[in-house]
């Protein structure tokens, strides 16, 4: 059986070289060619010869993301890509703009808001079921491989003929449960695809656990975290994850991060009329900031009315704007570090919260281009 490529650390392509009978540092060859160059064939690759190149077809693969939809907004550029992995279940990336990523002035310096990012997904659904999220409405299928993490960003960059130069793991999944390949993932990118570590975002809900032990291997890239609420009680309901790993240890953790990387914290915050937008809330996000070094994001709520969500989802708000207005400026005035996150993407169901992919009908919700690129 032919082994896919796409996705294999240098250390594995190595050992791949070695497998099919040629010297161990054919393994780099083939990784400059895969992610350097981005050859989708081996055909292309010049640096071996035709007697190897006919090897590797025999023995190895270059797997593909396959392009089945394409839409961009028509107020801020946003674009987002609709995939189908070789098993046939689909996943969505954005492509997001400069400029776009924060309605904050002050966040103009932001990596974010002067670059163009990808934000990509790292598995097919997620088990974490937020309150607030059109992707807990596809339930978890599976993780993404490495590879179909890594593809993401070389498809988009083929696909939209633009450099991209920030990434976000913040599409669907939950990136610590698939640890492994998303570091995998990172190591590839940040040593081969022009993308450096700082400039990578990884987002979690709050996997404890893999947060120490990104903290323990000194990972370089960005952490940021979906927090929503100080409140135990108030962040179950919104975070099921929560009552596996309440506050205290998801404070213990990060504190013992910071210790050990000294990477500051990006807390993402949404704010939900009457329920986490109080002067209580305000205080711990004070005091939080005090105690952890931290940047805070506003996000705004995006609708998931299109997935047909139920129970507490339906009943969530968006706190009115001259009162979410206010809270930035009290978190301000209290020297918090605080940006206001976009809507960018709204209009084709883009914006943060709002990836899904379950029915067949969804795909037409979303107001997706017919697609046929093929590599």
Same mark, same amino acid.
């Given at each position: 059986?032919?082994?896919?490529?796409?996705?294999?650390?240098?250390?594995? %392509?190595?050992?791949?070289?070695?497998?099919?009978?040629?010297?161990?540092?054919?393994?780099?060859?083939? #990784?400059?060619?895969?992610?350097?160059?981005?050859?989708?064939? #081996?055909?292309?690759?010049?640096?071996? /010869?035709?007697?190897?190149? =006919?090897?590797?077809?025999?023995?190895? /693969?270059?797997?593909? %993301?396959?392009?089945?939809?394409? &839409?961009?907004?028509?107020?801020?550029?946003?674009?987002?890509?609709?995939?189908?992995?070789?098993?046939?279940?689909?996943? =969505?990336?954005?492509?997001?703009?400069?400029?776009?990523?924060?309605?904050?002035?002050?966040?103009?310096?932001?990596?974010?808001?002067?670059?163009?990012?990808?934000?990509? /997904?790292?598995?097919?659904?997620?088990?974490?079921?937020?309150?607030?999220?059109? &992707? +807990?409405?596809?339930?978890?299928?599976?993780?993404? &491989?490495?590879?179909?993490?890594?593809?993401?960003?070389?498809?988009?960059?083929?696909?939209?003929?633009?450099?991209?130069?920030?990434?976000?793991?913040?599409?669907?999944?939950?990136?610590?449960?698939?640890?492994?390949?998303?570091?995998?993932?990172?190591?590839?990118?940040?040593?081969?695809?022009?993308?450096?570590?700082?400039?990578?975002?990884?987002?979690?809900?709050?996997?404890?656990?893999?947060?120490?032990?990104?903290?323990?291997?000194?990972?370089?890239?960005?952490?940021?975290?979906?927090?929503?609420?100080?409140?135990?009680?108030?962040?179950?309901?919104?975070?099921?994850?929560?009552?596996?790993?309440?506050?205290?240890?998801?404070?213990?953790? %990060?504190?013992?991060?910071?210790?050990?990387?000294?990477?500051?914290?990006?807390?993402?915050?949404?704010?939900?009329?009457?329920?986490?937008?109080? =002067? +209580?809330?305000?205080?711990?996000?004070?005091?939080?900031?005090?105690?952890?070094?931290?940047?805070?994001?506003?996000?705004?709520?995006?609708?998931?009315?299109?997935?047909?969500?139920?129970?507490?989802?339906?009943?969530?708000?968006?706190?009115?704007?001259?009162?979410?207005?206010? #809270?930035?400026?009290?978190?301000?005035?209290?020297?918090?570090?605080?940006?206001?996150?976009?809507?960018?993407?709204?209009?084709?169901?883009?914006?943060?919260?709002?990836? +899904?992919?379950?029915?067949?009908?969804? /795909?037409?919700?979303?107001?997706?281009?017919?697609?046929?690129?093929?590599?």
């Amino acid at each position: 059986m032919k082994k896919n490529l796409m996705g294999m650390t240098l250390p594995q %392509l190595e050992e791949f070289a070695e497998s099919i009978g040629e010297k161990r540092y054919r393994g780099k060859q083939l #990784f400059e060619w895969l992610y350097r160059r981005r050859a989708g064939e #081996f055909e292309v690759m010049s640096s071996f /010869s035709k007697k190897t190149r =006919e090897v590797l077809n025999a023995s190895g /693969s270059i797997g593909s %993301l396959r392009l089945t939809g394409d &839409t961009q907004s028509h107020g801020d550029g946003t674009r987002k890509f609709l995939f189908e992995l070789e098993d046939g279940k689909r996943i =969505e990336s954005v492509l997001i703009p400069p400029s776009t990523a924060f309605d904050s002035r002050n966040a103009r310096n932001e990596e974010e808001q002067r670059r163009l990012t990808l934000c990509v /997904s790292t598995q097919v659904g997620c088990a974490l079921d937020c309150t607030f999220c059109a &992707t +807990a409405s596809m339930g978890f299928l599976r993780n993404l &491989t490495t590879g179909e993490i890594v593809d993401q960003l070389i498809r988009v960059s083929e696909i939209s003929g633009r450099k991209i130069t920030n990434l976000v793991y913040m599409g669907m999944g939950e990136p610590l449960m698939n640890y492994d390949h998303v570091m995998d993932s990172t190591e590839i990118i940040s040593t081969a695809m022009d993308i450096a570590a700082r400039r990578i975002t990884i987002s979690t809900a709050g996997w404890v656990p893999r947060i120490r032990k990104m903290a323990e291997e000194k990972r370089k890239m960005k952490l940021a975290v979906s927090l929503h609420s100080l409140d135990d009680g108030t962040r179950s309901l919104l975070m099921p994850i929560n009552r596996k790993y309440p506050l205290p240890a998801l404070m213990e953790v %990060l504190a013992y991060y910071y210790k050990l990387t000294k990477l500051r914290v990006t807390f993402e915050y949404i704010l939900f009329d009457g329920v986490n937008d109080g =002067e +209580a809330d305000l205080r711990r996000l004070v005091k939080l900031a005090r105690t952890i070094p931290c940047k805070i994001n506003i996000i705004p709520f995006h609708t998931i009315d299109f997935v047909r969500p139920t129970g507490l989802s339906t009943t969530l708000r968006p706190t009115p704007g001259e009162r979410a207005d206010q #809270f930035v400026r009290s978190l301000r005035d209290a020297n918090v570090t605080v940006f206001v996150r976009s809507s960018a993407g709204e209009d084709i169901t883009a914006a943060c919260g709002q990836l +899904a992919v379950r029915h067949p009908e969804l /795909s037409r919700t979303m107001h997706y281009k017919s697609a046929s690129h093929s590599r």
